[in-house]
């Protein structure tokens, strides 16, 4: 099992930035790949970004891309998404998930095994 705690949402005003955190229980978490999301009121869950289990890869979804950023310090259990640029229609709850390491090839939700709670962005215009 995978205990995962986002961190770091919050109000912000458009155009502003924040950093999401999200840590991990398992020792061997570096093994995941892991993956942010992102759910809006009424709405699907959506891929917001991956990065493999060694971080030589990333992937975004068309909405994010330019202005946001996934990283992760296995050294600490911890991934991020740094945000930039945010619009009003990125407030969501926003979700890290870990997964199999090919898990960050996909969009789907289903390819990732363990979820956060999910931490609250609100981007005011």
């Known amino acids: 099992q995978v205990q995962l705690v986002e961190s770091g949402g919050g109000v912000v005003q458009a155009g502003g930035s924040l950093r999401l955190s999200c840590a991990a229980s398992?020792?061997?978490?570096?093994?995941?790949?892991m993956g942010w999301f992102r759910q809006a009121p009424g709405k699907e869950r959506e891929f917001v970004a991956a990065?493999?289990?060694?971080?030589?890869?990333?992937y975004y979804g068309d909405s994010v891309k330019g202005r946001f950023a996934i990283s992760r310090d296995n050294a600490k259990n911890t991934v991020y998404l740094q945000m930039n640029s945010l619009k009003p229609e990125d407030t969501a709850v926003y979700y890290c998930?870990?997964?199999?390491?090919?898990?960050?090839?996909?969009?789907?939700?289903?390819?990732?095994?363990?979820w956060g709670q999910g931490t609250q962005v609100t981007v005011s215009s």
């Open positions: 998930a870990a997964g199999p390491p090919q898990s960050y090839k996909t969009t789907l939700p289903e390819s990732y095994d363990y």
């Open positions: 398992q020792r061997t978490f570096s093994w995941y790949a």
């Open positions: 990065i493999t289990w060694s971080a030589d890869r990333t």
